[in-house]
């Protein structure tokens, strides 16, 4: 598995390593190009010296004793030697200590000087450098006959480079100690550094560790991290805050569940003991009978209600899509509705644009509309208002059902869709499971629909289900009757 500590800390240690390095040799090659040009003008003043000594008397290439004023023309001194030659290879002069190991005489010299390094005949490191020169003529000497005949030599100068790759050594080896003991530094800086940076990270995946489904009500300290771990610590609050409101939804629907069907099992068990008691009562079993019946569709409804539920939110309903004239859907399911409407007294007002037509599955919209519908018959106060209505624009439909209502308030809203919710929390209502709302929700989500509630007014409550639908005009075999 990828560590992010490790990998920090490596790339970390590395690039530090690679930046010393490269520093390093870069001071290193600077110091030796410095030290090298300060040896090189070492050698070119001795050349200079040697040089301005040389002189020619008559036929002969002399150089003039200027005793240990010039000490590379000193015999003892072993470390600087020298060495001249004429044009056709015949050494004049060369220090005493070159015995019987003369210098090698570099080719093609200029008169600009030429430096390289070369084994001294000790067999030391040398470095040398060679300049060609012609040489002044003696004044005390008187000229031969025809004129003094001008000569150029060859001037070689070499000494002993010992101390000077002695410095360059023990500078190397300051830079290459200086790199270990800073990387090993560095190393534990850095690791501590990556640690203490990584620390909000690691309190992150510790407490992320200890969530569980009882303990869905912590939250990360947002608030305390880094900018760059805020965000995250933000959108895992959220994901807490939707996980803890599932479960809070998961419970309180097992709840609801085990609720809905206590009661009629009950029920059941009670009429099956009574007609154990007492089975020579023909009219009390039949009626039993009937109320068992009664009972039974009643969970029948709820389970096949929960059923389709899950089916549309696991997307394994099938949908049968057809046009369907929604003017004439309305009409239809609103009949039966309309005399218990009219037994409360309520004010109807039915606005349908008999044009729209929708592409859909007929048996989930016919479920969604009855849902809608039956809800505003089932909870209008008696004398309240019902106000059903459907128009479309360009592409778009618009069904509306609004009625009045005395117990809904602003907070209630979100809670219209959820399975078993009902406002009366004695729940003392048994035509009602309060999963109306939530199957008309589920189906429209699965139909691609919207549907949503609002209040308007403290007074009235408004179901509006929207979503596309078809422009054209109807054929004739599907207009409504």
């Known amino acids: 598995m990828k560590s992010i500590r490790r990998h920090l800390t490596t790339g970390l240690l590395l690039s530090f390593a690679a930046l010393w390095c490269a520093g390093a040799v870069v001071l290193y090659l600077s110091t030796r190009a410095v030290l090298l040009a300060e040896f090189d003008a070492t050698l070119a003043a001795k050349a200079r010296g040697l040089a301005s000594l040389t002189e020619v008397e008559g036929s002969k290439v002399i150089i003039e004793d200027a005793g240990p004023s010039l000490p590379i023309h000193n015999a003892a001194r072993a470390s600087d030697i020298f060495q001249i030659w004429l044009d056709d290879g015949t050494i004049v002069a060369a220090s005493p200590s070159l015995k019987n190991h003369p210098l090698p005489r570099p080719p093609g010299l200029a008169e600009q000087p030429r430096f390289w390094n070369l084994p001294l005949p000790d067999g030391s490191s040398g470095r040398a450098i060679g300049v060609r020169f012609t040489p002044r ?29 002695r410095a360059l050594h023990a500078i190397l080896a300051v830079l290459v100690g200086g790199a270990v003991l ?18 909000p990270v690691n309190l992150i995946a510790e407490q992320a560790a200890a969530i569980e489904a009882h303990s869905l009500g912590k939250r990360f300290p947002a608030d305390a991290m880094p900018a760059e771990l805020h965000p995250i610590c933000k959108r895992l609050n959220d994901l807490l805050a939707r996980l803890e409101a599932s479960f809070d939804r998961e419970r309180r629907f097992n709840a609801n569940v ?33 109320e068992a019946l009664q009972i039974a569709l009643q969970m029948e409804t709820l389970v096949t209600s929960l059923l389709a539920i899950v089916r549309c ?77 459907l128009q479309q624009t360009v592409g778009e439909f618009t069904f509306t059902v609004a009625n009045t209502t005395d117990n809904l308030t602003a907070q209630d ?61 109807l054929p004739a075999s599907v207009q409504p009757g």
Request: include cysteine; aromatic fraction near 4%; proline fraction near 6%.
């Open 137 to 165: 003529l003696d004044p005390d000497v008187p000229a031969p006959a025809g004129g003094a005949k001008r000569v150029e030599v060859t001037l070689v100068v070499a000494s002993s480079r010992v101390n000077l790759d």
């Open 258 to 290: 085990a609720h809905e069907l206590r009661t009629p099992i009950a029920e059941l068990r009670t009429l099956a003991e009574v007609n154990l008691q007492w089975p020579e009562d023909a009219a009390a079993t039949r009626q039993a009978f009937q």
């Open 313 to 389: 939110e696991s997307g394994k309903q099938p949908l049968n899509r057809e046009p369907v004239a929604l003017a004439g859907l309305i009409e239809t399911i609103w009949q039966p509705l309309a005399v218990r409407a009219a037994a409360k007294q309520f004010a109807v007002r039915v606005d349908l644009d008999r044009a729209c037509q929708l592409h859909t599955d007929r048996a989930m919209l016919q479920s969604i509309v009855t849902n809608l519908l039956a809800n505003a018959v089932a909870h209008t106060p008696p004398r309240g208002t019902v106000h059903i209505r």
């Open 413 to 473: 809203i979100p809670h219209l869709f959820e399975r078993f919710w009902r406002k009366d929390p004695a729940r003392s209502d048994s035509q009602h499971s309060g999963l109306g709302l939530a199957v008309a929700q589920t189906f429209a989500q699965a139909l691609g629909l919207r549907l949503g509630a609002q209040l308007i007014a403290a007074d009235t409550l408004t179901l509006e289900l929207a979503g596309p639908s078809l422009s054209h005009e």
């Open 182 to 199: 800073l990387l090993a530094a560095a190393a534990i800086a850095i690791r501590r550094v990556v640690r203490s940076g990584l620390a």
